[in-house]
């Protein structure tokens, strides 16, 4: 079981530590918010839709080296024909 904490200060976004599966298979999780002076504590179920992934196996690569998207000579982060 993978578990991460996050501090929360104030109304937005907040993300949880990265996960990376390790095999493929049905991953489910749970989000909760444990309360303050004026919001109620909330959990989502662990089968809710939007708690849900399944992560498939990885198609082996089985041919020619691929092209790089990068033109000889050109640099990767620099409009083309900008100054090195």
């Given at each position: 079981m993978f578990t991460t904490s996050v501090d929360v200060d104030g109304n937005g976004r907040y993300r949880s530590d990265a996960f990376r599966p390790r095999v493929p298979g049905a991953y489910r999780w749970v989000a909760s918010y444990s309360g303050?002076?004026?919001?109620?504590?909330?959990?989502?179920?662990?089968?809710?839709?939007?708690?849900?992934?399944?992560?498939?196996?990885?198609?082996?690569?089985?041919?020619?080296?691929?092209?790089?998207?990068?033109?000889?000579g050109e640099h990767p982060h620099r409009p083309q024909g900008h100054p090195a």
């Open positions: 303050d002076d004026g919001n109620e504590a909330v959990r989502t179920s662990c089968d809710d839709e939007d708690e849900r992934v399944v992560v498939k196996k990885k198609k082996p690569y089985g041919g020619k080296p691929r092209p790089s998207p990068v033109p000889p």
